[in-house]
């Protein structure tokens, strides 16, 4: 059985159901219907001939007519698609020798040290296409669903709401999903902190075995706003505690719109802290520090492995947004994987972490996501194994943690993790020259000698 989930119900408080099937296909673009069009009418016509030249002796002319409209059809249907390049494979640009290419008076030289590399395959102009494709999506009327989780924490989700009420786009509608805790005064001023902001839709939780839990709670998340009128095409993902900067959600449309031609890419997030130029990063507790390399003339934004989650320790993967095409790689082994590890029914407090450890083992296998028995790394390891090992992010912080009280963290700890919190108004950036950079001052992000 798949992991619950709730209706689609509009209400405060929807009511439980087992879900029939996971999010809906997509609706079919409109600028593909006249094609589409012409093919139902190819397919009358064919029906027809066959009616009327019913004889063996006439079935080959009836084959040709068919292969003839066919062709037709198809040559008009290739009209409508877009010519872009062949999306891009990373592992094609990391190389043990420097390559020095031409690119609009531009050489990327791929090294063990620094991989510089264009989010775009090499060829002529691919730097101003690629721009011209980042600005297409967030010109675009698309609009991007933003969840945010919460729970007993409602001096959290004030900060969070006050941040997203000044973001610098319109262009995004807001849910947030809420889990039930009976007799908690705190969980019930956040209900109403939620249901007081202007066009939320408030989600709560309605399981006689509530609260859920953090796992549950994201995959519940999820699923509710791929599957919400199959309007979205990209969702971000938001905890209370990840306070975004003024702009963030922009930068999400724009980052997701270089993600899309990026096949290794999983997710695209704003860095919770900078990463370090060529020095060691901020000690975090029980943590051994590590060298980063960064280089700020040609690195302000990194593709970052997802395996550097338990290897660099300090760069997760929160505040994260994707796209409705790369979750559908991974949505049923997402669910297999909570149910087997029983995420989909115990409380995230009670999780049996050896299961969790166990499945990590068996889906990515040596690749050390097995380190954190956690819902964020058992995530990025499904991603792995459907071969999207990377993230995209820029190197300079676009949230901020604020999370002193929480399962894993109390104010002691938090100050000695190194978190340096601040406020959303130091995290917010302009985006002026943002897709130009992004398209051409790309790097891939490894630890230092």
């Known amino acids: 059985?798949?992991?619950?989930?709730?209706?689609?119900?509009?209400?405060?408080n929807a009511t439980y159901v087992e879900p029939s099937h996971k999010f809906k296909d997509e609706p079919?673009?409109?600028?593909?219907?006249?094609?589409?069009?012409l093919l139902g009418e190819s397919g009358l016509l064919y029906?027809?001939?066959?009616?009327?030249?019913?004889?063996?002796?006439?079935?080959?002319?009836?084959?040709?007519?068919?292969?003839?409209?066919?062709?037709?059809?198809?040559?008009?249907?290739?009209?409508?698609?877009?010519e872009y390049?062949?999306?891009?494979?990373?592992s094609e640009y990391v190389d043990d020798e420097c390559i020095g290419k031409e690119m609009n008076k531009r050489t990327y030289c791929l090294t063990k040290k620094r991989d510089i590399i264009p989010p775009f395959r090499r060829g002529e102009n691919m730097e101003d296409l690629c721009e011209v494709m980042v600005n297409e999506r967030n010109d675009s009327n698309d609009r991007i669903a933003v969840g945010i989780l919460a729970a007993n924490r409602p001096q959290y989700l004030r900060q969070q709401l006050g941040s997203i009420q000044k973001q610098s786009t319109d262009k995004f509608d807001l849910f947030v999903f809420v889990d039930r805790i009976d007799g908690n005064d705190?969980?019930?001023?956040v209900i109403n902190v939620a249901r007081d902001f202007p066009k939320a839709d408030v989600r709560v939780v309605d399981l006689p075995d509530a609260p859920i839990g953090v796992a549950r709670l994201t995959f519940w998340a999820i699923r509710t706003m791929f599957g919400h009128r199959n309007q979205y095409n990209s969702?971000?993902?938001?905890?209370?505690?990840?306070l975004i900067g003024h702009t963030y959600v922009e930068a999400m449309r724009l980052l997701l719109g270089a993600a899309e031609h990026m096949d290794?890419?999983?997710v695209v997030n704003g860095n919770f802290m900078n990463t370090p130029k060529n020095q060691k990063t901020t000690q975090r507790y029980k943590m051994k520090p590590v060298f980063m390399e960064r280089d700020d003339k040609n690195c302000l934004f990194q593709v970052a492995p997802l395996i550097s989650i338990p290897e660099i320790n300090s760069h997760n993967v929160w505040a994260w947004a994707t796209t409705r095409e790369k979750w559908s790689r991974v949505d049923s082994d997402m669910a297999i994987a909570l149910e087997e590890s029983g995420l989909n029914k115990d409380n995230y407090d009670d999780r049996d972490k050896r299961k969790i450890i166990q499945i990590m083992d068996n889906v990515c296998p040596q690749t050390g996501y097995r380190k954190w028995a956690g819902q964020d790394w058992l995530r990025a390891c499904i991603f792995h194994s459907h071969s999207m090992t990377f993230k995209l992010q820029p190197?300079?912080?676009?949230m901020t943690y604020i999370g002193k009280e929480g399962i894993h963290m109390d104010e002691k700890r938090f100050q000695r993790s190194g978190f340096n919190s601040t406020t959303a108004a130091e995290v917010s950036h302009s985006l002026k020259n943002f897709s130009s950079n992004l398209c051409r001052k790309t790097c891939i992000l490894s630890k230092g000698s």
Do not use: C, Q
Request: proline share 4%; hydrophobic share 40%; no cysteine.
């Open 395 to 398: 190197t300079e912080r676009f």
């Open 28 to 37: 079919i673009p409109h600028s593909h219907k006249s094609s589409l069009l």
């Open 1 to 12: 059985m798949s992991p619950s989930s709730l209706s689609e119900n509009n209400s405060h």
């Open 47 to 82: 029906r027809r001939f066959l009616y009327k030249y019913s004889s063996k002796s006439r079935l080959f002319k009836t084959v040709v007519i068919f292969v003839i409209t066919w062709g037709v059809v198809m040559y008009f249907v290739g009209s409508f698609v877009k």
């Open 186 to 189: 705190d969980n019930k001023e």
């Open 235 to 242: 969702i971000l993902v938001l905890e209370d505690d990840h």
């Open 85 to 90: 390049p062949k999306k891009l494979v990373l």
């Open 264 to 266: 290794d890419v999983a």
